[in-house]
């Protein structure tokens, strides 16, 4: 006989179920090839005697085994669905820089509440905000938007970190020394601008892009044969390069 | 993994409609297939978790007939099969 049985989600079980039936439904195709009067399952439901379990967060389910009674009873219905309805009821999927709830570093408590709130990634999210709705009034003031938008913002900004690809030194017309910073994702948020120190000294930042930075150099930088170049593009990215003149 | 007397569900389903479906009588000339059939069935199931957490639905038909002293949990299939018709609507 069957083991102890898994506790499962309903989600779960669906999806196997789908692909169970998906799979018989490639089956009975093929088999329709030489056997022209084959079958398509159009509908099936199962009735399933269960014992729910509530662990404070997710519901889950047990199959009734062998000798156990007063089971509860869930029925599960699929029928036949076109790609309209499909279209219809399922949500556009997500684009292809879309973060993940799981994916943002949150403490367990505010993933469950957006999860109650049917939001599941930062597109969700944007969704909201789009149509105006204060997340903080919804939520009855739990979760905490500024300290959201950030995490937000720094597992977008650690999946695409500063990439530092070559460091040089250059002179201008007025004949004054710069250091050029060259590389990938440099300063990507025009509200921040970047902050540089040069030997512990606070630098002039001329001018910044996602590929280039230009730090002004000064006699007050003290640069010589071993220096440190802190640059802060934004305040999730933070790099420290050791540059040799 | 699943029982070893346990199907995987998808079989479950290939199997019960796998009937002879197709009746001639070649002297009256009368050609009959049963175009659609619904069945309702009593299922043991075994649901499992394998290691990178995809869960299985294990099933069977009723393995006993005997009444013991331990019932098994009969859960309740229900579906319905057509044939397929196939592009030109044949």
Redesign the interface.
């Known amino acids: 006989m069957a083991t102890e049985n898994t506790a499962w989600a309903l989600e779960d079980f669906v999806d196997s179920l789908v692909v169970e039936l998906d799979k018989t439904r490639e089956t009975l195709a093929v088999k329709a090839i030489n056997k022209p009067l084959s079958y398509t399952v159009k509908e099936v439901a199962l009735d399933l005697n269960i014992f729910p379990t509530y662990d404070g967060d997710q519901v889950t389910f047990v199959t009734a085994q062998p000798g156990q009674e007063g089971a509860s009873k869930v029925s599960i219905q699929l029928g036949s669905i076109t790609d309209q309805q499909v279209r219809a009821t399922s949500k556009t999927p997500g684009a292809k820089d879309d973060i993940n709830l799981d994916e943002i570093d949150l403490d367990k408590g505010t993933k469950k509440k957006l999860r109650k709130l049917g939001v599941n990634s930062v597109d969700d999210l944007k969704q909201i905000e789009q149509k105006n709705i204060d997340i903080k009034k919804v939520s009855d003031n739990s979760i905490d938007y500024t300290q959201l938008a950030n995490q937000i913002r720094k597992t977008k900004r650690d999946q695409s970190p500063p990439k530092v690809r070559a460091v040089s030194l250059s002179r201008g017309e007025d004949d004054r020394p710069y250091l050029v910073i060259e590389g990938e994702n440099l300063a990507v948020d025009p509200k921040f601008p970047p902050v540089a120190v040069i030997n512990q000294t606070l630098a002039e930042v001329m001018s910044s892009s996602d590929k280039r930075v230009k730090i002004q150099l000064t006699r007050d930088h003290d640069f010589s044969h071993q220096n440190e170049l802190v640059l802060t593009f934004d305040p999730f990215a933070v790099v420290k390069v050791n540059v040799k003149a | 993994m699943i ?1 070893e ?2 199907m ?3 079989e479950i ?2 199997r019960m ?1 796998a009937f002879e ?2 009746f001639v009588d070649e002297e009256a000339g009368v050609h009959t ?1 049963v175009y659609e ?1 619904e069945i309702e069935s009593p299922v ?6 394998d290691e990178e957490g ?5 099933s069977t038909p009723p393995l006993y007939y005997e009444r013991t ?16 018709r ?1 592009d030109d609507g ?1």
């Open positions: 029982d007397a346990f995987p569900f998808r389903v290939e409609l479906n197709e297939y059939c043991e199931l075994d649901v499992a978790r995809t869960l299985h639905i294990g002293s331990f019932l098994p949990s009969f859960h309740r299939l229900r579906f319905t099969a057509e044939i397929n196939g044949d």
